[in-house]
């Protein structure tokens, strides 16, 4: 498999922080989708894992704005309120 330049430079970052990378990534679902409902569910998500739990609460907050019977965001606020 060949493996490119960028992919050699953002292993080392995976490796030590993956926690970081889907955070990241998540943060820029949310940028290219921001008014898709899932997209800030998985932000939402990220952010539980990072102890960001008011982070967390808005953005599955924000996802009900877009969606207000979305299943995910509404089993995940009751989980962190």
Same mark, same amino acid.
């Given at each position: 498999?060949?493996?490119?330049?960028?992919?050699?430079?953002?292993?080392?970052?995976?490796?030590?922080?993956?926690?970081?990378?889907?955070?990241?990534?998540? !943060?820029? &679902?949310?940028?290219?989708?921001?008014?898709?409902?899932?997209?800030?569910?998985?932000?939402?998500?990220?952010?539980?894992?990072? !102890?960001?739990?008011? &982070?967390?609460?808005?953005?599955?907050?924000?996802?009900?704005?877009?969606?207000?019977?979305?299943?995910?965001?509404? !089993?995940?606020?009751?989980?962190?309120?």
């Amino acid at each position: 498999r060949n493996v490119t330049g960028v992919q050699t430079c953002a292993l080392p970052i995976y490796t030590e922080n993956p926690l970081a990378v889907a955070s990241h990534f998540a !943060g820029l &679902g949310v940028e290219k989708a921001p008014n898709d409902p899932s997209a800030h569910y998985v932000l939402g998500v990220a952010k539980v894992w990072e !102890g960001d739990l008011d &982070g967390a609460r808005r953005e599955n907050e924000h996802a009900l704005v877009l969606s207000p019977n979305f299943a995910p965001a509404l !089993g995940a606020l009751k989980l962190i309120r």
